[in-house]
């Protein structure tokens, strides 16, 4: 049962609304063509030393593979950990996922929130900050330096849509 007073969020304009993800070179495909490619040559390689009689080479040109496996999966795990980020007239939500699955979200106004930013003069942008009421969360922490710099200047300009407030636009 509504009393009326709610605000339909619903509705809500996005001005901004961004998924961030770890960026990932190499593709599953990518991935099998790499692993096939060390397997073949470790393989090779290790029969021949089994010829030269030294045999144990052979189990550790193995186990560089099956370690080389590993990482890349572990790396591939990593990949799943995800950050959206919704600027609306009302509010800036940030929504983490990591690579487990854990969902973390925070809810700030856009009046009142500021962005920080530690910059190093020879890299550009390193880490992003929204803080707000005593709340500092560190964002945009995949993004390269040229990224969290584009990142930045539109969320920037997100916010500051926000608080300017809504427009209305009666022809549709």
Request: charge should be neutral; proline fraction near 5%.
């Amino acid at each position: 049962m509504s009393t009326g007073n709610e605000i339909e969020r619903e509705n809500e304009v996005e001005i901004l609304s961004a998924r961030l993800t770890p960026h990932r070179s190499l593709n599953r495909t990518g991935f099998l063509a790499v692993m096939l490619f060390l397997s073949v040559v470790s393989f090779v390689t290790g029969i021949v030393f089994l010829m030269m009689g030294a045999w144990p080479v052979f189990g550790f040109f193995g186990l560089d593979v099956l370690v080389i496996w590993w990482a890349f999966k572990v790396n591939f795990r990593a990949a799943r950990a995800s950050e959206e980020i919704t600027v609306t007239p009302t509010e800036l939500r940030v929504r983490r996922v990591s690579h487990r699955g854990q969902v973390a979200e925070w809810t700030f106004n856009p009046l009142w929130v500021r962005l920080d930013q530690e910059v190093d003069e020879d890299f550009g942008i390193e880490h992003l900050y929204l803080i707000s009421r005593g709340r500092r969360i560190q964002i945009a922490g995949f993004l390269g330096p040229e990224e969290k710099t584009s990142f930045y200047k539109a969320l920037v300009e997100a916010l500051n849509a926000a608080r300017r407030g809504p427009t209305y636009n009666p022809i549709p």
